[in-house]
């Protein structure tokens, strides 16, 4: 619980600072990369909802994740709990052969070497299952942190590369790149 208000605390704690004043007199709003890698964190997808909310209209595309996002974590979290209850059938099997010498019906096809080698997999799977959730967990920071960078993006005409081929010392044939920014 205090992990959950230290996080709302920093996502909240830059507001006074939003704006800033421009030559124009007007105010720009300038989007936190570290309130959206926060409100991911809290909430997952929050923070591409947060981006979205904050681009200009014709580059708003950021909802689109949020479903992902969630089917990566049902996805995942399904096979973590199923490979973790297979694990603990299959645990509870080969107890009850060693204590009473029968197990259950559903299992009967294995003996004891292929129920302990079916547990070895099972915890493998769960493993790696946590694995997966830890790993759509992170992308979905990373994904928030990066497109949050790219909000206030300028991909406007004055923007320009140039690639020309030029001479160099008077012998060496070579090839000149120029940057236009602004």
Same mark, same amino acid.
Do not use: C
């Given at each position: ?5 230290? %996080?709302?605390? %920093?996502? /909240? ?8 004043? @421009? ?26 909802? *947060? ?18 996002? *969630?089917?990566?974590?049902?996805? #995942?979290? =399904? /096979?973590?709990? @199923? ?18 010498? @029968?197990?259950?019906?559903? !299992?009967?096809? *294995? +003996? +004891? ?8 997999? *099972?915890? +493998? !799977? ?10 759509? =967990? ?14 206030? %993006? ?16 008077? %012998? #060496? ?7 236009? /920014?602004?």
């Amino acid at each position: 619980m205090r992990i959950l208000i230290v %996080f709302l605390l %920093f996502a /909240f704690s830059g507001q006074a600072e939003d704006s800033i004043p @421009s030559l124009k007199n007007d105010t720009v709003k300038v989007h936190s990369v570290k309130k959206a890698v926060i409100l991911s964190a809290v909430i997952p997808g929050a923070g591409q909802i *947060y981006n979205h909310t904050a681009m200009p209209k014709g580059k708003k595309k950021a909802f689109w994740k949020v479903p992902l996002i *969630y089917a990566g974590l049902g996805a #995942t979290g =399904y /096979f973590l709990i @199923s490979n973790q209850q297979t694990q603990k059938e299959l645990k509870q099997e080969y107890q009850s052969r060693l204590d009473t010498g @029968s197990g259950s019906d559903k !299992w009967s096809a *294995y +003996d +004891d070497l292929g129920i302990l080698t079916l547990y070895d997999q *099972y915890l +493998d !799977w769960r493993d790696l299952s946590i694995l997966g959730l830890a790993g759509v =967990y992170l992308i979905q920071l990373v994904d928030a942190g990066v497109e949050a960078h790219f909000v206030n %993006f300028d991909v406007s005409e004055d923007l320009s590369m140039s690639i020309e081929p030029t001479l160099m010392n008077n %012998f #060496t044939g070579g090839i000149k790149v120029k940057l236009k /920014f602004r």
